[in-house]
DNA sequence: CAGCGCGTGAAAACATTTTTCCAAACCGCA
DNA sequence: TGCGGTTTGGAAAAATGTTTTCACGCGCTG
């Protein structure tokens, strides 16, 4: 063969818009599990990925192979060339990229990050955290910087589906002075602060403070000076080899945040969620899977 | 089991002694090219080593296999602990939290996706997506859906910062045609779209490769139906323990395309990002660390 | 050199896997 | 709600793979 060989896992991708709903079952059973759950004969991998046999074969057929014992044999000739490869696959999670490409050491940055923000989270913090989110009781007020404004603007999208009075609070300052006006003792003021931390983002936070509202701060590693009148501070590490920083881990945290308000609140809110749910369902064109 | 299998090796030197010459030669065979000459079926692994079946069969009864499937799924076993082995070992992030704390569970969720989604990257489509969004001779457009309008907002923040000629297109879809009007083949139409895949995307992906602009799509793992007009399409893995999906995957794929993309013009966007971050400079009353 | 026993593989019998076919279920659509 | 096309899995048919049987040949032994 002059091309090398796609891999299996290539095939699926490339053929992944023409699968059907079950197909897909299998390719995904596949994936998340690979090659190990495509390695049995055809009725146990069907039966394992909870499809029919028929669907697999006519699956394999899709992807290119003339028939499942091809598209076994494949896999082998895959798995064998990975043992006999030259290097054995570094042990993080290597692409198929080379060495030095900039998606590997990426990787890198990235893990490194979310290991030293989860290892640096204080989860009675978070708890206590998440409990001020889910009290429906005050407003919630969410904001951001420039660059972390796309993240309070997630946290506000997410928020308004799962509780009430919410409000994100545009990214102009100008407009800040009348939601100030309206805080209230018990309202809550979730904040985004990396570095260059923005001096607008600190008078706001002293005046929230000022009229007894909770502030929660997610910022950086270097911890914005709002933390010293925040209630809860919450660091991320951000650091990547480039100019900026990243933000991968600051949206892990808020998405855990986000998710523990929602099982906090789970018994009230989710009437809410589900009508939600439903009013999306009426214009949507294409079905959520299982 | 509390004895570690002994491997197929193994077996064979261990009873290599009472096995008779043809035995013996299918044992050397198997041996020399190790595991693959035992990987297909016995007739076919038989006639590679020039014995009969029986042979095969008989001997793999001696190493005490009840018959050539177990052998045969006993070097399968021994295939993929070794490919699966070193790889398969997964940093923990586990927080001090307990056990089964939320955060935890979260922590594993998004291990897999990030793994999954890695894993499942085409680099050669990624640096080509790259090239594309680095190509500052047409325009650049950016749009997401009802929840990753967030993240094309990252994006865009982005993109603006690194070149020129960058714009959002905000997630209001009235005003999507009045973007359409302008565009021109060689543009790049930078589109998220995460499940509830929404017509309105759709049909604003095939007005615009229609009118012959390239589309990168960032999608989910199952794809959304832009697929078919896109030119370059990545899957993010999204799943978390809740109700909503996780696009901390996405948010990887989307900063390591910003990264990678300043990296490929660096020369002369760099001129450009320092103007920028001069600009901001001023403005700033704390100073960056470090 | 006849007789015995073991090793071997052809071929038959058997078991399993794979494919094909078809009817039922499902889905979007009018 | 009913229609037309697609998807799906049960079951039978076909193909393939595995095991067993058995007869032949070889070499050793008396």
Redesign the pocket.
Known sequence: MSKPAPSVRELIREHYSAL????RKFANSLLENYPAAGLA????VAANAE?????V??MVQKLGF????QF?QALLKELEAQVSGPTQRRENWASEAPEGHLLNRFAQAVTDNLGQTFSNLDYEQFDMAVRQLANTEGRLYVVGGRITRALADYAFTHFQAIRQRVTHMTSSSATWPHYVLDMEAGDTLLMFDVRRYETNLQRLAELAAERGVKIILITDQWASPITSVAQHTFNCWVEIPSAWDSNISTMMLLEAMIAATQEEGWDETRERYERLDELFDMTRLF?KFS
């Open positions: 059907t709903q079950s197909e004969s055809i009725t146990i499809v029919s046999t028929p669907t074969a006519r003339k028939g499942y014992p076994h079905r």
